[in-house]
DNA sequence: TTGAAAGCGCTAACAG
DNA sequence: CTGTTAGCGCTTTCAA
């Protein structure tokens, strides 16, 4: 018992596999009549069209490759959530790759997406190389790349950017204006491009609003809940202690809250903690996390969109560049200083 | 500029498709000196073969559809790295179809795969129907399915059975040695096969250490956080209040446990709590979450090589059906009844 | 030790 | 209005 093909259907309607071919895809007019033989032995037969064999000829695959570095990391869900929206709505597949933060895993996910004639690719990982970008373009796939402003690929594929600057200074200025004037930052490791872009907003912000940045502390943490606890541990070291701190993301942010009964430490009132990515658990702990949010199913959208549009485009099409805002949201993770 | 092909190798080394091919998948012994000239062609032009063409000749695509229901789920990220571990391992690429607790949307999910002709799909989502595998072993297709006891497919596919019998025993017996008593119980939507289980299974410990199993507190929960909280809003109405409480999931356990601060009770003095799944928040919060563990990671790597097995061996394998254990993991959120 | 040719399941000129 | 044919890029008999 084969595969049923189109083969099979031409005989049982009784016409030829171009008819077939025509009225399934309805790109020839075809005698009503005919049609509804046509349809009839489909249906018949329980017949589906072989994507492979289509794509042999068409070139395309209707298939995307999504490279990230960690499903677990929860910034991710809301964003695969909006890739995955409008890749269905648009009958498009995703192959997986989860990078596990490993250069040399992610390039075997990339040779493996060039075989299997991806139509394009979607850059969210921070384990990748511009010579990966280079790979996939040379092979003709389309790429667009999140948030991975280190390096030009103008001509490349499009970007998206996270604009956290703005985020990060409404922040800033909501703990000023509450009375705090030490903050102190725990930021991401600090090899990363993107831990670098939001400490340095951090420092321009405290700039702005006349504190001492020159000074600022800078606890270096690994953007997980341990490297929350830890930073708590350094900040109880210090004297004066900072009255608040900024996170490069939640989930610090909510290991440092969690280590803070440790501490005798009454939150917020003893500390006031914001925290970056407004992650799903940070409006549900309790206190509610205060936090610099990015519309992060809009972004998972906005990339598959403009995936889309490059490969409708063809190579004429020209790559965008956007870039996303961020917002400070309030909720009860910080308190005026008293 | 189009893509290489192997016609291309073969010119510039100057032998047929054939000798290409049988190099490439050291098929045939090929004389050295020929061996090495299509190699260096291959190299010098950059070429790959087209999965697509050899998926056509071979009807394998080396390419499995893994059906979850919702990525942001944290029972998931650790068992889809199992799934990827032994997949790229093998060589096998992932469809990410991510149901959304969504029937409609697994189905056309289906679809897909079949047109795209996949070697084998992961059932991992409770939004599945028996007519899904039933379609998709039509199509020659295989499947394993996992914690979806509700039906029988005995030869339809290998299945992967979660034994929470022995963990819920485990558990309960912990608390009835600390003294508890009266133990209520937060389950999952009841008309979800695996919700009733884990009830069953609760109810059969209470039995099994003599309490009072027929009059329990059971209170129908929605796996999410927000369901502890409100679980916890009506144990509060309780008189006399129950001293423990077992919930169907961890994220329930964890609302409960941040909910507990607005009745100003102290856990786990006033009240014992123990989740299940052992989620990797559980070791994390404060205090650390006792829990009903499985090997997520594990049951992902066996679902995946359950799924190989059948893909080898045609047509000619039997089904397996495994169970996998749970286990208590004692932490801090219990506390002995004074 | 290597090639020629057929064929996987489909689409798309080109004919009629 | 419909069919014949070539071909997408590869593997695999069969033959030499």
Redesign the interface.
């Known amino acids: 018992?084969n595969?049923i093909t189109i083969k099979d259907v031409a005989n049982l309607a009784g016409v030829s596999k171009t008819t077939v071919s025509h009225v399934l895809n309805q790109t020839r007019f075809v005698q009503e009549e005919t049609r509804q033989r046509v349809l009839k032995a489909v249906e018949e037969l329980?017949y589906?069209?072989?994507?492979?064999?289509r794509?042999?000829v068409s070139?395309r695959?209707k298939?995307i490759g999504?490279l990230i570095s960690?499903?677990?990391n929860?910034f991710?869900?809301?964003v695969?959530?909006g890739v995955?929206e409008v890749a269905?709505a648009n009958?498009y597949?995703?192959?997986?790759c989860?990078t596990?933060y490993d250069l040399q895993?992610a390039l075997?996910y990339i040779?493996?997406?060039?075989?299997?004639?991806v139509d394009g690719v979607l850059f969210m990982s921070s384990s990748m190389t511009l010579e990966m970008v280079e790979e996939v373009t040379?092979?003709?796939i389309h790429a667009v790349v999140l948030d991975w402003g280190a390096m030009n690929l103008e001509e490349m594929a499009s970007t998206i950017t996270i604009n956290f600057e703005v985020g990060i200074q409404q922040a800033i200025q909501h703990l000023v204006e509450i009375g705090h004037r030490y903050i102190a930052h725990v930021s991401g490791p600090l090899n990363l491009w993107t831990a670098q872009v939001r400490r340095d907003a951090f420092l321009r912000a405290l700039q702005k609003f006349g504190l001492d940045w020159e000074n600022a502390v800078v606890i270096e943490g690994d953007l997980r809940?341990?490297g929350g606890r830890k930073a708590l541990d350094e900040l109880m070291k210090l004297d004066p202690r900072p009255t608040a701190v900024f996170t490069a993301n939640d989930l610090m942010a909510l290991?440092l809250i969690?280590?803070a009964?440790?501490y005798q430490l009454n939150l917020p009132a003893d500390l006031s903690v914001v925290g970056l990515d407004d992650i799903?658990?940070s409006s549900?702990?309790?206190p509610p996390l205060s936090t610099v949010a990015m519309p992060r199913n809009e972004i998972g959208k906005m990339a598959m969109k403009m995936l889309l549009e490059l490969i409708e485009a063809g190579d004429s099409g020209s790559k965008q560049k956007v870039m996303v805002d961020t917002a400070f949201v309030l909720r009860q993770s910080t308190a005026p200083l008293l």
């Open positions: 018992m595969r329980g589906r069209p072989s994507s492979i064999a794509s042999l070139k695959t298939t999504l960690d499903v677990g929860p991710y869900p809301d695969i959530l995955e269905l009958d597949s995703i192959f997986l989860n596990n895993r075997k040779h493996t997406i060039i075989d299997k004639s040379k092979h003709q809940i341990e290991g969690w280590s009964r440790n799903d658990l549900k702990v309790t």
